[in-house]
């Protein structure tokens, strides 16, 4: 069983940045895929970035050049730094993890946090 705790959350104007972080129990971080994923008001839940266990990452197109995903196996952590942020980005971000499969796909990820709003403003 893994449980996982973002923070970093808030409000900020466009333009401005913040960093997500997810806190992970376990003694196995080092093995699992990290992925953050979003849902804004009325959306599905959307891919945003993803940190397999071998130190690949992935983005969607609408946050590369502008979020960074990385990890801290020593700290059983995942951060999401996000730069140059817009309205659209507005959401309840929610990290994940996962064993196995395809990193953009939910239902990949077995483990779950509780999300993190992240509002920006124009």
């Known amino acids: 069983q893994v449980q996982l705790v973002e923070s970093g959350g808030g409000l900020v104007q466009a333009g401005g940045s913040l960093r997500l972080s997810c806190a992970a129990s376990g003694r196995t971080f080092r093995s699992y895929t990290m992925g953050w994923f979003r849902q804004a008001p009325g959306k599905e839940r959307e891919f945003v970035s993803a940190?397999?266990?071998?130190?690949?990452?992935y983005y969607t197109d609408s946050v590369k050049g502008r979020f960074t995903i990385s990890r801290d196996n020593a700290k059983n952590t995942v951060y999401l730094q996000m730069n140059s942020l817009k309205p659209e980005d507005t959401a309840v971000y929610s990290c994940a993890a996962s064993t196995g499969g395809s990193y953009y796909y939910t239902n990949t990820y077995a483990y779950w946090g509780q999300g993190t709003q992240v509002t920006v403003s124009s």
């Open positions: 940190n397999r266990w071998d130190g690949s990452t």
